[in-house]
Antibody, heavy 122, light 110 residues
């Protein structure tokens, strides 16, 4: 069983920068074919794909948030960090990290963290 | 990249079959065989149920099946059970080399 865990602040103020960390002891970020992505879900709303980073440091971003998002990885600590700048109350959501691996013919999220709720409020 | 279009809700009685549609464009659903479906129970993380339009990960019941025609993908659940009550999300690879989710469908088992 693969587990991932998100960590970070539960409350941020508008205009601040959010930094979230995703860690797992069950797989290595340096293993060929492995990626980690971030997905968020506002309360009562749909999933939104945010960003993805692969073992080879290839990075993908949601076009609508690209200017505010940065995804990095620290293979020595086996963690992925997501930063989102200029936070707004509309960014209030549960943020999930998930492992992304090659299944069949493409890449899919096969294991997800439990999610962490981030509230943006002054 | 716009979200894929799903019906807000569907319902069915135990034992019946239901189908959830997921409509996109030729730049996502219609252009690739890279559609996946996720099941999300209330308060839980999503779970991968279908990938590559039709494939089930190990451990997923064969009551779940996927298909695609043109720009619309579908998830069918046969022999509906109470435990199937959840939200379902489709996802597709896109021509921008990223992925997009659908708006989600709430399945109610009557």
């Amino acid at each position: 069983q693969i587990t991932l865990k998100e960590s970070g602040p539960t409350l941020v103020k508008p205009t601040q920068t959010l930094t979230l960390t995703c860690t797992s002891a069950d797989f290595s970020l340096s293993t060929s074919g492995v990626g980690v992505g971030w997905i968020r879900q506002p309360p009562g709303m749909a999933l939104e794909w945010l960003a993805l980073i692969y073992w080879d440091d290839d990075k993908r971003y949601s076009p609508s948030l690209k200017s505010r998002l940065t995804i990095t990885k620290d293979t020595s600590k086996n963690r992925v960090v997501l930063t989102l700048t200029n936070m707004d109350p509309l960014d209030t959501a549960t943020y999930y990290c998930a492992r992304n691996i090659y299944l069949g013919s493409n890449w899919y999220f096969d294991y997800w963290g439990q999610g962490t709720l981030v509230t943006v409020s002054s | 990249q716009s979200a894929l279009t799903q019906p807000a809700s569907v319902s069915g009685s135990p034992g019946q079959s239901i189908t959830i549609s997921c409509t996109g464009t030729s730049s996502d659903v219609g252009g690739y065989k890279y559609v996946s479906w996720y099941q999300q129970h209330s308060g839980k993380a999503p779970k991968l149920m279908i990938y590559d339009v039709i494939n089930r990960p190990s451990g997923v019941s064969n009551r779940f099946s996927g298909s695609k025609s043109g720009n619309t993908a579908s998830l069918t659940i046969s022999g509906l059970q109470a435990e199937d009550e959840a939200d379902y999300y489709c996802s597709s690879y896109t021509s921008s080399s990223i992925w997009v989710f659908g708006g989600g469908t709430k399945l109610t088992v009557l």
